[in-house]
């Protein structure tokens, strides 16, 4: 199996811990770094990781890509997921800390080099390559491999389940993507230490990369356990700091340091992947028996107004690019709302336990945006999701730039704030001309493709008090092309709320718009806005 699919690298989540993190960012290079000399008199920490990215930062990137010994080279999936850390190897066990650190092999996509350090009192020691670490499976070794040959990446256990088990808690494996877990969750999305010209507008998408990580030990009574990784990347370095701690949403607090080769015009601070076939909205490939296929649903986004936006993802025809613009934000986050097992009727996937990350902004990150691209995909298999926050202004080369923020592992969306949120969007058919109740099928006219009716249902926040007197709910609704035809509301008591109905009506064919609505009584705002784009045929 040489081409494996999204799908079964996370089936092989539980014999590896390991998820997908693209191929193509795992088979960039890795150049040689000297050890900085004089300067371990201090206890090891942030600083000296930052160091390290400053000095990187004042020579050219390499771009030699080292050559792994065989067998590894020829290594293909299901092999490489052959080759198992053995557990009663794990690291930080014998302190009797409640994590334990287990290392991955390279081979297959995994070919870049890391190094992995210990951290005890203040002083970092270097993990030496051993086979011994390792049960190869099928895979037989020639000759030793060589003790300088490093690791693909780290992952760490902890209890987060139970309190005899030692579960897995976070995952840095392949270019700067990491994974991470709350209680009974599985993994789904992906976060990036870093993203580098998503867009492509100067050229290709460029993957910066963890080429160093150092693991604190923590103490027996330690309730998170730290880990600082040296990024590297032809335009960019960087010193992180990631202060890991489990719970029902385990939250990562990460701190960076970043020392840019050049002008970044193109920068993604707290990037985020995910995947989005199916789901309510898109039916475009409805002939699986499963209703919605995705590992998120929307994109939840906490503007430096106050304002709560909810962005239902979408499986394009094309490349979409979407922007908010805004100043300080609170956070962003691609969320996966539907806990429903019935909605997914996947046994496998279990796509009702795969978590939400929320990104939780620390200090003032300044004006810029949330970007939100969404690319076509007929498959499960890909991930076509990435959301980031993009800054107005471009990092300039050789001035350092300093980030922080948390991200937290959910399992829902809607405790973030206390209004009514969207719980499902669904997109109708052609509106009518006339102003029909959100629940009259009639209002649905399929020859008419300028016009376009949509259903948002509302729960959550103060709606089940208004559901007996639905007068006194407001939809407001915008449109930035062509004009809101009519609105309605109608109470929806499964999910003691309200189902709103919005028909839009374009001026031509292929003109476009941005939808906006939110409910409102009186002056007061009940629920977070909505937003949608929209094209007619």
């Not at 040296?230 to 607090?253: H, I, K, N, Q, W």
């Amino acid at each position: 199996m040489t081409d494996p699919t999204r799908r079964a690298v996370v089936s092989g989540l539980a014999a590896t811990g390991l998820a997908a993190t693209g191929g193509a960012a795992a088979l960039m290079p890795m150049p040689a770094l000297a050890e900085p000399e004089g300067r371990n008199t201090e206890p090891f920490g942030l600083e000296a990781v930052d160091r390290r990215a400053r000095d990187l930062a004042k020579v050219p990137f390499d771009p030699r890509e080292p050559a792994l010994p065989a067998p590894l080279s020829a290594l293909d999936y299901d092999a490489w997921r052959d080759i198992r850390f053995r557990p009663a190897k794990a690291f930080l066990g014998a302190e009797g800390s409640p994590f334990r650190l287990q290392l991955f092999h390279l081979g297959f996509l995994y070919r870049r080099p890391v190094t992995v350090n210990l951290v005890r009192g203040g002083v970092a020691t270097s993990i030496p390559y051993q086979a011994s670490l390792f049960d190869f499976g099928r895979t037989r070794l020639d000759k030793p491999l060589p003790v300088d040959l490093g690791f693909a990446g780290i992952r760490l256990h902890t209890n987060l389940n139970k309190p005899n088990v030692l579960d897995e808690l976070i995952a840095f494996v392949g270019a700067s993507y990491y994974r991470v877990l709350g209680r009974d969750q599985l993994y789904g999305l992906s976060a990036r230490g870093l993203a580098v010209n998503v867009e492509g507008a100067g050229g290709p998408e460029e993957f910066p990369f963890f080429r160093e990580f150092w693991v604190e030990v923590p103490g027996k009574a330690a309730e998170a356990c730290i880990v600082y990784a040296l990024l590297d990347s032809p335009s960019v370095t960087g010193a992180y700091r990631f202060t890991v701690r489990p719970g029902d949403e385990t939250v990562v607090s990460v701190e960076a340091n970043l020392h840019p080769r050049r002008d970044l015009e193109g920068v993604g601070l707290a990037p985020l992947t995910s995947m989005y076939f199916i789901g309510e909205n898109d039916r475009a490939f409805s002939d699986d028996y499963r209703p919605e296929l995705h590992d998120s649903d929307g994109l939840l986004m906490a503007a430096g107004s106050g304002e709560w936006i909810w962005r239902p993802l979408d499986n394009p025809p094309s490349r979409r690019i979407s922007s908010f613009a805004d100043t300080n934000p609170k956070g962003f986050g691609l969320m996966q709302r539907d806990r429903n097992f019935a909605d997914y009727q996947d046994l496998e996937a279990s796509y009702h336990r795969r978590p939400s990350y929320f990104v939780e902004t620390v200090g003032d990150w300044g004006e810029g945006s949330v970007v939100l691209m969404e690319l076509p995909t007929n498959t499960e298999t890909g991930d076509n999701i990435v959301a980031w926050w993009r800054p107005r202004q471009p990092y300039r080369a050789g001035e350092p730039v300093s980030i922080a923020y948390r991200v937290r592992a959910m399992a829902a969306g809607p405790r973030l704030h206390g209004g009514a949120f969207v719980a499902n969007t669904y997109l109708v058919g052609a509106a009518a001309s006339g102003a029909a109740p959100a629940n009259d099928p009639r209002a649905v006219s399929p020859g008419e493709s300028l016009s376009r009716r949509f259903l948002i249902d509302f729960t959550g926040g103060d709606l089940a008090y208004y559901m007996p007197d639905p007068a006194l709910i407001e939809v407001v609704a915008s449109t930035g092309q062509g004009q809101i035809v009519a609105t309605s509301i109608t109470p929806n008591p499964h999910i003691a709320g309200f189902r709103a109905a919005i028909d839009v009506r374009l001026d031509r064919p292929g003109q476009a718009t941005d939808l906006r609505a939110y409910l409102r009584t009186g002056n007061r705002t009940l629920s977070e806005t909505w937003t949608y784009p929209w094209a007619a045929a």
